[in-house]
């Protein structure tokens, strides 16, 4: 991912709305990716994560996709609840036991 | 189950002043990440820590910040001679081990430099 320093890009969505979150990473060697949800004044909150071998992976109400070609990621998530505003990063490492490098941040708004 | 504590929440300082962040892993981690965010950014990795060892410290300024875990106690952040431009909020992460990918985190120090 890449922090780019500017202002956060907002997604605005319906209630029971699905919701889609893009992100982008620079790193050809990272082989795992991790979306967290960052409520304000918290910490990041793992959401889901997905290894290079994978090109999607379901949770409950979320689903990642990776595309390795043009390097981007991707968080669905189905049926949008106002719990769910907050802002999500997208992050990758090169391995375990490495630093993860984080996105600069998209954040969603639900409206009731 | 305790996840991994960070104290103070909130620090003010003085420019000059010395800053000391504290993190608690959650219970049988030894690894620890130091993360800084500024506001409306991405955390940014500051170093990486294993119990007496630093492993990865590419991330941190080159002067007035160091960091260490002990064999006991947490794992403290120290920045000296604060300046304004350290006002960010500074996570840390913890893992089990190094063949762990997963990084959980704290809830966070937030400093202001006065």
């Known amino acids: 991912g890449e922090s780019v320093g500017l202002h956060l890009p907002t997604l605005s969505v319906q209630e029971g709305d699905n919701s889609i979150i893009n992100c982008a990473y620079s790193?050809?060697?990272?082989?795992?990716f991790i979306w967290y949800k960052q409520e304000s004044g918290k910490g990041p909150q793992f959401i889901i994560d997905?290894?290079?071998?994978?090109d999607k992976r379901q949770g409950q109400r979320v689903t990642v996709l990776l595309n390795k070609t043009v390097k981007h990621l991707s968080l669905q998530i189905a049926a949008t609840q106002p719990g769910d505003s907050a802002v999500y990063f997208c992050a990758d490492s090169r391995g375990a036991g490495n630093m993860l490098t984080f996105g600069g941040g998209t954040r969603l708004m639900v409206k009731p | 189950n305790a996840g991994v504590m960070q104290n103070p929440r909130h620090l003010v300082r003085r420019r000059g002043q010395e800053a000391r962040l504290r993190c608690s892993p959650m219970?049988?981690?030894?690894?620890v990440y130091w993360y800084r965010q500024l506001p409306e950014e991405g955390l940014k990795f500051m170093v990486y820590?294993?119990?007496?060892?630093?492993?990865?410290e590419s991330g941190m300024p080159k002067e007035r910040f160091s960091a260490e875990f002990p064999k006991e106690g947490p794992s403290i952040l120290r920045i000296q001679q604060v300046v304004r431009g350290d006002s960010a909020a500074y996570f840390c992460?913890?893992?089990?081990?190094?063949?762990?990918?997963?990084?959980?985190f704290g809830p966070g120090t937030r400093l202001t430099v006065t």
């Open positions: 992460a913890s893992s089990p081990s190094s063949y762990s990918y997963e990084q959980y």
């Open positions: 790193n050809s060697a990272s082989d795992y």
């Open positions: 997905i290894r290079s071998n994978m």
């Open positions: 820590l294993q119990k007496e060892n630093i492993i990865d």
């Open positions: 219970k049988g981690h030894s690894h």
